[in-house]
């Protein structure tokens, strides 16, 4: 089983629709967490980074966390088809080394 | 956020020669980077913790002889894929943090390699 489960998609959305995506984890030491967004061909960009259990909000983007039921989730409001991309979870321990989900890939549809 | 550079960002090289790849912190120092290689369609697959001033770190099934990871200085690690096969053909990107607790890391743009 891996540490970190996330569904590969792909997902499909009208642009303006909410997009939601989710990541379970399986090992309790893990205290960070990370969403990156990857563009076909580029490197992993960082979009949020949460410690705590609760709500973290950057723009259109909402992270939470919910450490009781090992589940992390991203929220996209208001979908562009820029956001067109594949989004990464990914969590780590104090000081170790990120483990990451698949990646699920996201389509926004004018 | 901080910047993390990579280069080459494309390399087409032939078979049995080797390739370096350089990782570059731009604003910060880092002394621990990761090298990931990715298959298209797929995640990251960590390969090596590169370490300054000592060993690097290799994930099982790395080849330590093949990948050689060297991390010079705080800003700058290199992986060297030596004699190179048509199967080392990936993209490879390192990431690293500016340290401390939570180890937030940034990611470079990636290098594309090709090998005929």
């Known amino acids: ?110 | 956020g901080a910047v993390v550079s990579q280069h080459p960002s494309w390399v087409i090289c032939k078979s049995g020669t080797s390739v370096k790849i350089e990782c570059r912190s731009l604003d910060f120092q880092a002394t621990t980077m990761f090298w990931y290689r990715q298959f298209p369609k797929q995640s990251l697959m960590l390969m090596a913790t590169s370490n300054e001033g000592s060993k690097a770190t290799y994930e099982q099934g790395v080849e330590k002889d093949k990948f050689l990871i060297n991390h010079a200085s705080l800003t700058l690690s290199t992986l060297t894929v030596t004699s190179a096969h048509p199967e080392d053909s990936s993209f490879y990107i390192c990431s690293a943090g500016p340290g401390g607790q939570g180890n937030e890391q940034f990611f470079g743009p990636g290098t594309r390699l090709t090998v005929l």
Do not use: H
């Open chain 1, 1 to 110: 089983q891996k540490e970190v489960e996330q569904d590969p998609g792909p997902l499909s959305v009208p642009e303006g629709a909410i997009v939601s995506l989710n990541c379970t984890y399986s090992n309790s030491a893990f205290q960070y967490f990370m969403w990156y967004r990857q563009y076909s061909r580029k490197g992993p960009e960082l979009l949020m980074y949460t410690y705590s259990s609760g709500n973290k909000e950057d723009g259109r983007f909402t992270a939470q966390v919910d450490k009781s039921s090992k589940y992390i989730s991203l929220f996209i409001r208001d979908s562009q088809p820029s956001d067109s991309a594949t989004y990464l979870c990914a969590t780590t321990d104090s000081w170790g080394k990120l483990q990451f989900g698949a990646g699920t890939q996201v389509v926004v549809t004018p």
